[in-house]
């Protein structure tokens, strides 16, 4: 009984096998190699990808990074309480604004230099790549 | 020297030309593997076209990392482990049409007429079965079959341990055989009325 359960088993596998292995050799069309040179030559043409300049840029994306984390922090420290300190009386929406908006002011500046900063960045990566 | 041999010396030699700027020198290398590219990748898909295209790919891929082959195995090695995961990921983006696996058709008897045509029909179901197994299991029984049965290759060219490779293969028959209940006594009819026919010829 095993032994019948065995000899069908292994005529299953090489059934499986036989048919598996045994396959039409595919012949590739004649164009493909001339298709494939062309892509490569056409690879070997475009010129290789400039590096990012990542050692001209480190320090413009340090102080952008240091000025915007700066301007986040204050206008977290400064926004906070005044929201905290809006009173729904009109006459004193003003001067509960008043320091806040002074403190905006420096916030703007802060990234406005930031924004600078960026820019000088990207050119000096646009110089060095060309 | 063997053909095998000789291959290796000759991809060495066109390897080193490519590298040191012949880009015509690449040629060898296609003409050379373009037959073993398309089978392979045509093993992946069974879509000419497509298996042609994704050859095509693997072969600028190769172009590509050509500086990445180590030499410390055979060029062929190196080049069936990069098709096979160009292949891997052209099918992830862009899977084949197969029917599931559970609904697969079972091989019918053959004819008494066409037992030639039912034959090669019958294979084509088994084999388009095969892509209709779960991903772990599809690629060690076509990269095996396409190896001709050599485990190590084929696990080499996954980048599996052996052991491995054999548990999954061991468990894709399992399942083809459930699948297939039958085949291997139709496969035996089939060569019967194949053998009678040339007899009768």
């Known amino acids: 009984m095993n032994r019948d359960k065995t ?3 292994q005529m299953d596998s090489s059934a499986i096998d036989n048919i598996l292995t045994n396959e039409e ?15 490569v030559h056409e690879e070997a043409r475009t010129p290789a990808s400039i590096p990012f300049p990542w050692t001209r840029a480190l320090p413009g994306i340090l102080l952008a990074g240091g000025v915007f984390g700066w301007g986040a922090f204050e206008f977290i ?7 905290g300190s809006i009173e729904f009386t009109p006459p004193h929406i003003s001067a509960a604004l008043e320091r806040p908006l002074e403190q905006a002011g420096w916030v703007a500046l802060a990234l406005a230099v930031s924004l600078v900063s960026w820019l000088l960045s990207r050119r000096f990566a646009g110089q060095s790549g060309v | 020297m063997t053909a095998t041999t000789s291959s290796a010396t000759e991809d060495l030699a066109d390897v080193t030309r490519v590298l040191a700027g012949d880009v015509q020198a ?8 373009q037959g073993p590219l398309v089978n392979m990748a045509w093993r992946y898909c069974r879509d000419r076209g497509r298996a042609e295209e994704m050859a095509q790919e693997a072969f600028v891929r190769a172009w590509r990392g050509l500086a990445q082959w180590r030499r410390e195995s055979s060029f062929s090695t190196w080049l069936f482990a990069l098709a096979a995961n160009v292949f891997r990921s052209e099918l992830k983006r862009f899977p084949t049409v197969t ?5 697969a058709p079972e091989p019918s008897a053959p004819a ?21 197994l779960p991903q772990r299991y599809r690629e060690p029984v076509v990269l095996f079959y396409f190896h001709e049965m050599d485990l190590a290759a084929a696990a080499r060219t996954m980048g599996l341990p052996e052991g491995t490779m054999k548990a999954r293969l061991s468990r894709a028959r399992d399942l083809l055989r459930r699948r297939f209940p ?11 009325a194949a053998l009678n026919q040339g007899k009768e010829a």
Do not use: C, Y
């Open chain 1, 7 to 9: 000899d069908n088993s």
């Open chain 1, 25 to 39: 050799e595919l012949v590739p069309s004649s164009g493909f190699l001339a298709s494939v040179m062309e892509r």
């Open chain 1, 77 to 83: 420290r400064l926004g906070i309480p005044a929201v």
């Open chain 2, 26 to 33: 690449f040629e060898g290398i296609v003409r050379r593997w």
């Open chain 2, 99 to 103: 029917v599931p696996f559970d609904e």
């Open chain 2, 112 to 132: 008494t007429q066409q037992e030639s045509l039912s034959k090669k029909q019958n294979h084509e179901v088994v084999r388009r079965a095969v892509l209709a």
């Open chain 2, 182 to 192: 039958h085949l291997g006594r139709l496969s035996a009819d089939l060569e019967i």
